[in-house]
C-alpha cells in the first residue's frame, strides 16, 4: 500500500464516527492482531520523521568555495605569491579557510532543524495487540492500533479518540492554543481547522489530564507533525539580505581595483615608458593593497560585535548575517502568547453580587497584589464575601506555586487556569496549605461538566466547593451570596450575571465561576452537585507584557509593521492586539482581524490586499502562516518572524530573520531560527533591530572607509605617472601605507555604538547596497582632497630628492586616511557633538596606526629598508596641519547636508 493511498484511507477521520473508522482500518476497539501489526508495519513502515535532505558534509564543504569574492581572494592570492609577498598570501588564505569554515557550520546548523523533531517522538506506547495492554516501542506504531493514553503521556501517532475521560491535551507547540484543550470522542459535523478537531490527538503533544483510548489513523510522515517537517524540507537555504550585500561590495571593491591596477600599468609602461618589472610590480603591490582581502574578517568582526551586543540584551544570535537584516526588515510577524503577553495566567477582575467590580493588581505567578474597588484599596478580610469567593479559588485547585531559588521566580505546578486561581486565593492571604488535611474528595475538571469540585471539612460539616464555566455554575445554582446571608436567585439576577459574563469574554476575558453549599456527601456525586450558592466570577487573562505597548510605538516610528499571527481564538488575538497597541480604536470602522477560514475564502489579490490592511490573524495553521511569509516577502518586505511551536519552524525558516523563543520555544522552533530570545520579550526584538540598523551603519562607514582609501591611492598613482612624475611610492611602500590604514582602523569603526536616533530613520530598502549612489558625494570629497594633497606635496618635495618626496606622500596619505576614519564614525553626525575621542577602540587603532608610520619614517634602521627619509618636526606638523583638511571638509559636507 503506498502512502498516497493510505493517506486516502485515513483522510478527515475527525468527520467520521468511530464505527466507519474501525470498518476502514480493518481493525476492532481491541485493537489488532499481533501477525496483522507486523504485516502493516512493513506496508507503512516506522512511525518516525524522515530526514528530506541527508547532509553530504563534502558538498557543504565545496558550497563555501562558489561566491566571486572567494575567486577573487584566490586570484589575489596567486598574485602575492607570484610577486614573492609571502605574507600576504598566506593572510588571504587564511581569510578564505575562516569564512569558509563560518559558512559551513551556519548551513550545517540550519539542516538540523528537521532532526530536532525526531527528538520529539515518543519511545514508548501503551496499545491493545490481541486485546492485551502492551508496551512496545513507538516506531512499531501502524494504523489501525489502538493506543491507550493517561495523564503526563506524550501522543505517539495522530489519532481518533474512541473513549475517554475528563481528557485534556496540551497542544500549544502545534497549534498555538495556550490553554490545555478538552478532548471528547465526539463525530465532529462540519470542516473545521485542525486546532478545533477535538476529537483527535497529535504526535508531539501530550495529555495533561484524564485518560483516553484512541485509533491511530497517522503515523511517521503521514502526520501533523510529518506535514511540518515535509514543509521545513521543502524551503530551500537561501542567502542573507546582508551577505548578498556585501558580495556586491566585494566585487564592487574588486572591479575597482583591477580597473586602477590595469590603468596604472598601461600608463606607466606604454605612455611613461618605464620598466616592466618596476611598474609591474607597482601596479601588483597596487591591486593587492586594493583587493578587499580584509573585508571578510572585518564584516564578521561587525557581525560578531553587534551578537555580542544583542546578547547582552537578551537576544542571543545562532545566524551571524540575521543581525544586519534586522536592521532592513519592514515587517515583524509576531505570536501573542509569551512574547507579546506574559504567558502567565492572572486574574484581572471579580464579581461579587450586588457589588462594584473589583480590580486585582499584580503580575505572573507572583501571589502579592491589591484589590481595588471604586479606585480605593480593599481589605480582604473585611469583606465576607470575598473571603469564600478566595477560599473556592484556592480549595477547588489542584495547582501549586512555587519559588525557584536558582532563577529567583514564581514557578506554576499544574493546570494554568488553577494556577490563576491560587494566586488570586494569596493575594488575598488566603493560605491553601492551611486546609489540605481537609480534603475529603477531589473530582479534577470534567470536560463534559465543564467544572470542577472538592469536598473539604471545616469544624465536623463538610463543604463542597466548585469553580468551572460560568454558565454551568449559574445553571446549577439556586441561590448567591451576600455578605453571610445566602439570597434566592431571581431571573433578572440570573441576567445581571449573564451580561456580566458576556461583557468580560468580549474584553477576551477567560471567566471562571464560583460557587460552594454545604453537604453530607464524603465522595463527589457528579449528578448531586446542584443548588449551589453562587460566589463570584473570576476574569482573568495572559496580560501583555508592560513593555511591549512601547516597543509596538517604537517600530510603528521606525516605519516597521507589526503583524500578529497566532493560532489562539480572534477575540483573545484582537483584546491583546488592543493593548499592546497593533490596533487602534480608529481601525474599528476597518476588518481588523481574520482567521485562516476567512483567509482561505480570499482569492490572491484578495489575500495579498488584506496583508497590506489587517495586523491581526488568528487561528493559523503552519501552513498559512508559511504563506503569510511567503506572500509578504514576495510583496517586497523583508520581514522577521517570531514563533515558539512545532508551528510556527516552517515559516521561521521561511522568514529573512527566524525569531524562537527562549522560555517557552521548542527545540524545533530554535533550530528553524536565526536568534533566539533568552526572554522571550518582543520588547528584545525591537532593540534588535535598532543594533541591526547600527550593524549596517557600520558596515557602511567601513565599506567607505576601505573604497576611499583604495581610489585615493590608485588615482595618486595614476595621475602622477599621467603627469610626468616618478612613482610616488614604491610597491613596498604601498603595502606599508595599506597596512598602517586599513589593518587596524577598519575593523576599529565595527566598534561604533550608533549615533542619533536611529529607530526614527524610515527603513532601509532591501535592495539598498551599502554603496550607492547616496555616498558618492562624500566619498569624490575624501578622494579629491586625499589625491590633490598628496601629489602637491609630491610635486613640492621632488627637488629635494625622491626619498625625501616619497616620505612625504607616505606621510600625507596615512594622516589624511587617519583623519577619513573620525569623519567615518558617523556619516550624518558631526564628530564633535558624538564626541571626538569618545570611542577608545578608535583611539588606539589611530595611535597604533601613527607608530607604525613614524616606526618606517623616523627610525633610520627601518626607514632605510623602505628608503624613506626622516622628516623635520615642522614638516611633520604642517603635514599633519594639511591632512587635517579631510576632517573639516567632511564636517562642511555634513553641515551642507542638514
Given at each position: 500500500m503506498t502512502s498516497s493511498e493510505e493517506k486516502k484511507i485515513i483522510a478527515d477521520p475527525y468527520l467520521k464516527d468511530i464505527e466507519s473508522l474501525l470498518k476502514k482500518l480493518k481493525s476492532s476497539r481491541k485493537g489488532l492482531k499481533i501477525d496483522e501489526a507486523k504485516r502493516r508495519l512493513e506496508i507503512y513502515g516506522p512511525n518516525d520523521?524522515?530526514?528530506?535532505?541527508?547532509?553530504?558534509?563534502?558538498?557543504?564543504?565545496?558550497?563555501?568555495?562558489?561566491?566571486?569574492?572567494?575567486?577573487?581572494?584566490?586570484?589575489?592570492?596567486?598574485?602575492?605569491?607570484?610577486?614573492?609577498?609571502?605574507?600576504?598570501?598566506?593572510?588571504?588564505?587564511?581569510?578564505?579557510?575562516?569564512?569558509a569554515m563560518i559558512g559551513f557550520s551556519q548551513e550545517y546548523r540550519a539542516e538540523k532543524a528537521i532532526a530536532s523533531l525526531r527528538k520529539m517522538i515518543v519511545k514508548i506506547a501503551k496499545v491493545l495487540r490481541n486485546g492485551d495492554l502492551q508496551s512496545i516501542p513507538a516506531l512499531q506504531l501502524v494504523p489501525g492500533d489502538v493506543i491507550f493514553l493517561e495523564e503526563g503521556d506524550s501522543i505517539p501517532a495522530d489519532a481518533r479518540i474512541i473513549e475517554s475521560k475528563n481528557l485534556r491535551c496540551v497542544e500549544a507547540s502545534l497549534t498555538g492554543e495556550s490553554l490545555?484543550?478538552?478532548?471528547?470522542?465526539?463525530?465532529?459535523?462540519?470542516?473545521?481547522?485542525?486546532?478545533?478537531?477535538?476529537?483527535?490527538?497529535?504526535?508531539?503533544?501530550?495529555?495533561?489530564?484524564?485518560?483516553?483510548?484512541?485509533?491511530?489513523?497517522?503515523t511517521g510522515m503521514n502526520t501533523a507533525i510529518g506535514d511540518i517537517s515535509e514543509l521545513l524540507g521543502a524551503i530551500e537555504h537561501k542567502r542573507s539580505n546582508f551577505l548578498i550585500k556585501t558580495d556586491i561590495l566585494a566585487k564592487q571593491m574588486a572591479i575597482i581595483a583591477i580597473v586602477s591596477a590595469l590603468i596604472?600599468?598601461?600608463?606607466?609602461?606604454?605612455?611613461r615608458g618605464f620598466a616592466i618589472q618596476e611598474i609591474l610590480l607597482t601596479s601588483i603591490a597596487a591591486l593587492v593593497a586594493a583587493i578587499p582581502e580584509g573585508l571578510p574578517a572585518v564584516?564578521?568582526?561587525v557581525l560578531a560585535i553587534g551578537a555580542n551586543r544583542m546578547a547582552k540584551r537578551n537576544a542571543l544570535i545562532r545566524e551571524f548575517s540575521a543581525t544586519e537584516t534586522l536592521g532592513a526588515v519592514s515587517a515583524i510577524l509576531t505570536d501573542k502568547t509569551g512574547t507579546l503577553?506574559?504567558?502567565?495566567?492572572?486574574?484581572?477582575?471579580?464579581?461579587?453580587?450586588f457589588e462594584e467590580d473589583i480590580e486585582i493588581s499584580g503580575e505572573g505567578w507572583?501571589?502579592?497584589?491589591?484589590?481595588?474597588?471604586?479606585?480605593?484599596?480593599?481589605?480582604?478580610?473585611?469583606?465576607?464575601?470575598?473571603?469564600?469567593?478566595?477560599?473556592?479559588?484556592?480549595?477547588?485547585?489542584?495547582?501549586?506555586?512555587?519559588?525557584?531559588?536558582?532563577?529567583?521566580?514564581?514557578?506554576?505546578?499544574?493546570?494554568?487556569?488553577?494556577?490563576?486561581?491560587?494566586?488570586?486565593?494569596?493575594?488575598?492571604?488566603?493560605?491553601?496549605?492551611?486546609?489540605?488535611?481537609?480534603?475529603?474528595?477531589?473530582?479534577?475538571?470534567?470536560s463534559l461538566l465543564k467544572l470542577r469540585a472538592s469536598i473539604f471539612q471545616e469544624e465536623g460539616l463538610n463543604e463542597l466547593l466548585v469553580s468551572g464555566a460560568p454558565e454551568q455554575l449559574l445553571e446549577r445554582s439556586a441561590k448567591w451570596l451576600r455578605s453571610e446571608s445566602e439570597i434566592d436567585f431571581s431571573l433578572e439576577d440570573k441576567k445581571q450575571i449573564q451580561a456580566k459574563i458576556s461583557e468580560w469574554s468580549e474584553s477576551a476575558l477567560r471567566v471562571i465561576g464560583l460557587a460552594y453549599k454545604k453537604t453530607d456527601q464524603v465522595k463527589i456525586d457528579p449528578e448531586s452537585i446542584n443548588d449551589l450558592v453562587f460566589v463570584g466570577l473570576a476574569g482573568m487573562i495572559d496580560p501583555p507584557r508592560p513593555d511591549a505597548k512601547n516597543a509596538v510605538e517604537k517600530c510603528k516610528k521606525a516605519g516597521i509593521r507589526v503583524i500578529m499571527v497566532t493560532g489562539d481564538h480572534i477575540n483573545t488575538a484582537v483584546a491583546i492586539a488592543k493593548k499592546v497597541g497593533i490596533i487602534s480604536d480608529k481601525d474599528q470602522e476597518d476588518v481588523i482581524a481574520l482567521s485562516e477560514q476567512q483567509l482561505m475564502l480570499l482569492d490572491e489579490k484578495e489575500f495579498r490586499e488584506a496583508l497590506n490592511t489587517v495586523s491581526v490573524f488568528a487561528r493559523l495553521t503552519p501552513a498559512m502562516k508559511l504563506r503569510i511569509a511567503d506572500t509578504m516577502q514576495s510583496m517586497g518586505h523583508l520581514i522577521a518572524m517570531t514563533g515558539d511551536g512545532i508551528n510556527d519552524a516552517p515559516a521561521l525558516k521561511k522568514a529573512d530573520v527566524g525569531i524562537s523563543m527562549g522560555i517557552m520555544g521548542t527545540d524545533v522552533a530554535r533550530d528553524s531560527s536565526d536568534m533566539v530570545l533568552a526572554d522571550d520579550h518582543f520588547a528584545t526584538i525591537v532593540n534588535a533591530v535598532e543594533q541591526g540598523r547600527i550593524i549596517f551603519a557600520n558596515s557602511r562607514q567601513t565599506g567607505i572607509f576601505l573604497v576611499t582609501t583604495n581610489i585615493a591611492e590608485s588615482f595618486t598613482l595614476i595621475l602622477a605617472i599621467a603627469l610626468g612624475l616618478p612613482l610616488p611610492l614604491t610597491a613596498t611602500q604601498l603595502l606599508w601605507l595599506n597596512l598602517v590604514t586599513d589593518g587596524v582602523t577598519d575593523m576599529a569603526l565595527a566598534t561604533e555604538v550608533g549615533h542619533g536616533d536611529i529607530m526614527k530613520t524610515k527603513v532601509f530598502d532591501k535592495k539598498e547596497n551599502i554603496l550607492n549612489r547616496k555616498m558618492l558625494p562624500f566619498l569624490f570629497i575624501n578622494v579629491f582632497i586625499m589625491t590633490g594633497f598628496s601629489l602637491t606635496t609630491f610635486f613640492y618635495y621632488i627637488d629635494d630628492g625622491i626619498d625625501h618626496a616619497r616620505t612625504a606622500v607616505f606621510t600625507v596619505m596615512a594622516f589624511t586616511q587617519l583623519f577619513n576614519v573620525f569623519n567615518l564614525r558617523s556619516i550624518n553626525e558631526s564628530i564633535f557633538r558624538i564626541g571626538l575621542f569618545s570611542n577608545k577602540y578608535i583611539n588606539f587603532a589611530v595611535l597604533l596606526s601613527v607608530f607604525l608610520l613614524l616606526l618606517v619614517t623616523e627610525i633610520p634602521l627601518v626607514a632605510g629598508i623602505f628608503h624613506f627619509q626622516s622628516l623635520e618636526m615642522i614638516e611633520l606638523l604642517l603635514l599633519f596641519a594639511i591632512s587635517s583638511t579631510v576632517l573639516w571638509a567632511g564636517e562642511l559636507y555634513k553641515f551642507i547636508k542638514k
Open positions: 520523521i524522515s530526514e528530506f535532505h541527508s547532509i553530504s558534509i563534502l558538498n557543504l564543504v565545496f558550497k563555501q568555495f562558489k561566491s566571486g569574492l572567494v575567486l577573487i581572494l584566490f586570484i589575489a592570492a596567486g598574485i602575492s605569491w607570484w610577486a614573492g609577498e609571502m605574507i600576504d598570501t598566506w593572510v588571504i588564505i587564511a581569510v578564505i579557510l575562516i569564512n490545555p484543550v478538552s478532548k471528547n470522542e465526539e463525530r465532529i459535523l462540519d470542516a473545521c481547522p485542525l486546532a478545533e478537531q477535538k476529537n483527535m490527538l497529535w504526535k508531539g503533544t501530550f495529555v495533561a489530564g484524564g485518560y483516553a483510548y484512541a485509533l491511530v489513523c497517522g596604472l600599468f598601461l600608463v606607466g609602461y606604454f605612455y564584516i564578521t568582526i503577553t506574559q504567558n502567565t495566567l492572572t486574574v484581572r477582575r471579580l464579581f461579587l453580587p507572583f501571589p502579592a497584589g491589591n484589590f481595588i474597588q471604586k479606585n480605593k484599596i480593599i481589605e480582604s478580610s473585611r469583606n465576607a464575601t470575598l473571603q469564600k469567593c478566595l477560599k473556592v479559588a484556592g480549595l477547588s485547585n489542584n495547582s501549586q506555586i512555587r519559588h525557584s531559588n536558582e532563577k529567583d521566580t514564581y514557578e506554576l505546578i499544574g493546570d494554568p487556569t488553577e494556577g490563576a486561581l491560587l494566586v488570586l486565593a494569596r493575594k488575598g492571604e488566603f493560605n491553601p496549605l492551611a486546609f489540605q488535611e481537609n480534603r475529603v474528595d477531589d473530582l479534577p475538571f470534567d
